[in-house]
């Protein structure tokens, strides 16, 4: 039997063995892996739910971070119009020009017909006075303080309370245009318009402007109730999930590619859900004055949880090619086995110049190097007030530079102690040589 014909027989035994082997373990029931793919499962179906509720927890039921959020909303047209509707209609109404100027004109009956023309005249200089109160600071400042009030009425309605400045009655939160109406009575007077201090604020009802109204304000009020405990960290523990499944699979290249895609998976749903809830964010606002506004106010709104969403198919991006890359795929393993050997050969050549002290120094440590690298990369997320995708790019950049650094400098050090191990036998082999001359 020639080589050629042992080589193949080696071959195709070796080849039955690992069919057998592989046969063996898809009959096998695996404990381990069925709970890895369970966890995995599990985490995946509350990654929405988790992310929405920590999301709202930290942007609508939190005063300061929900007004932070809105503000910038004092400075969209749309919003500016809305309001500036609302409060020149009431200011008009209740100024009555018209009627002011007829009873001041009706000892002179010749020029009662310049009252049209005077009227239209005061109530274009309230609109323009409404205008500038709305491009004014002053605004900027009214309007935090119309949606700290509203922030706080929407908390209370969601926890059953109806006290507070803004109200919430028969489904519908609406806020009280006063005190930006006085504003712009007091602009009026420095304008010159001195009877507009006498104008009466009108009552509370033809006031107000309707924020939201929603006949689901009672499941709302359930689903916060019961979700608001868990909101917080939910999050954190559907990560660990994560975290763990892939601890706990035997095929862990594998299953990282799983929960990368299963994140994505999950915040495409969230993201569905956003398209969903801006519909229904639009038909709650229609026929109100905040109709027009309703494309910015959800747009700033939801501002935070898009930028999650973004991070989130980030994330999952990463985890798969993380995962690809770690993997047995002939692909993967060509291209890991290039960057060894690319690392490798550099490293080789490093150990003989002044870098050789540095790659001994973390070849001797060089997993304590790659945990405190991951480590710091994971810190930089988690401890970041916002994760977004761009800043997980930029941590994962850099936390890739550095490993290959790491193990470039690993490289150098393996060299090096490969370089002295060869001096140290030469030297042992070195007098038998000499005395057998």
């Given at each position: 039997m020639s080589d050629q014909d042992v080589n193949e027989l080696k071959a195709r035994i070796?080849?039955?063995?690992a069919s057998n082997e592989q046969l063996a373990h898809k009959r096998r029931f695996d404990g381990r892996s069925f709970g890895a793919w369970v966890v995995l499962i599990v985490a995946a179906l509350l990654l929405p739910l988790a992310l929405t509720a920590f999301w709202a927890q930290r942007t609508i039921t939190d005063t300061e971070r929900y007004v932070a959020t809105v503000a910038p909303l004092a400075q969209d047209p749309t919003i500016k119009e809305a309001v500036g509707t609302k409060v020149s209609t009431v200011l008009i109404d209740q100024l009555n020009a018209q009627q002011r100027i007829q009873e001041l004109l009706v000892d002179y009956p010749k020029l009662s017909a310049l009252s049209v023309p005077i009227a239209s005249g005061v109530n274009s200089l309230v609109q323009r006075t409404v205008t500038e109160v709305l491009d004014s600071d002053q605004f900027a400042n009214v309007w935090v303080t119309i949606n700290r009030q509203a922030q706080q009425a929407i908390v209370n309605a969601l926890e059953g309370k109806t006290d507070g400045a803004v109200?919430?009655?028969?489904?519908?939160?609406?806020?009280?245009?006063?005190?930006?109406?006085?504003?712009?009575?007091?602009?009026?007077?420095?304008?010159?318009?001195s009877f507009a201090a006498n104008i009466p604020v009108p009552p509370v009802a033809d006031r107000q402007i309707v924020l939201l109204q929603s006949q689901e304000l009672?499941?709302?009020?359930?689903?916060y109730q019961l979700g608001q405990p868990v909101a917080q960290w939910l999050i954190y523990v559907v990560l660990l999930m994560f975290v763990g499944a892939i601890l706990l699979s035997r095929?862990?290249?594998?299953?990282t590619i799983a929960v990368g895609v299963a994140i994505i998976l999950g915040m495409l749903v969230i993201r569905l859900g956003m398209v969903w809830g801006q519909n229904e964010v639009s038909l709650s606002l229609q026929n109100?004055?905040?109709?027009?506004a309703e494309r910015a106010f959800f747009i700033i709104l939801t501002s935070f949880l898009l930028d999650a969403v973004r991070a989130g198919f980030v994330l999952g991006l990463i985890l798969v090619i993380i995962g690809w890359f770690l993997s047995k795929g002939a692909a993967a393993t060509a291209v890991r086995g290039a960057l060894s050997g690319g690392l490798g050969g550099a490293g080789g050549r490093a150990a003989h110049g002044p870098l050789a002290p540095i790659g001994s120094f973390f070849a001797k440590s060089a997993g304590v190097w790659r945990v405190l690298i991951i480590g710091i990369a994971v810190a930089v997320v988690l401890t970041?007030?916002?994760v977004t995708g761009s800043l997980l790019l930029w941590t994962t950049f850099f936390a890739v530079i550095a490993l290959v650094v790491l193990e470039f400098f690993v490289a150098t050090g393996r060299a090096?102690?490969?370089?002295?191990?060869?001096?140290?036998v030469a030297a042992d082999e070195e007098p038998a040589g000499?005395?057998?001359g």
């Open positions: 070796a080849e039955l063995e109200t919430v009655t028969n489904g519908q939160v609406v806020l009280d245009t006063g005190e930006l109406i006085t504003l712009v009575k007091q602009a009026l007077v420095d304008r010159g318009l009672q499941r709302a009020q359930t689903f095929n862990r290249p594998k299953t109100t004055p905040f109709a027009l970041s007030d916002q090096v102690e490969a370089a002295e191990a060869d001096g140290a000499v005395g057998a």
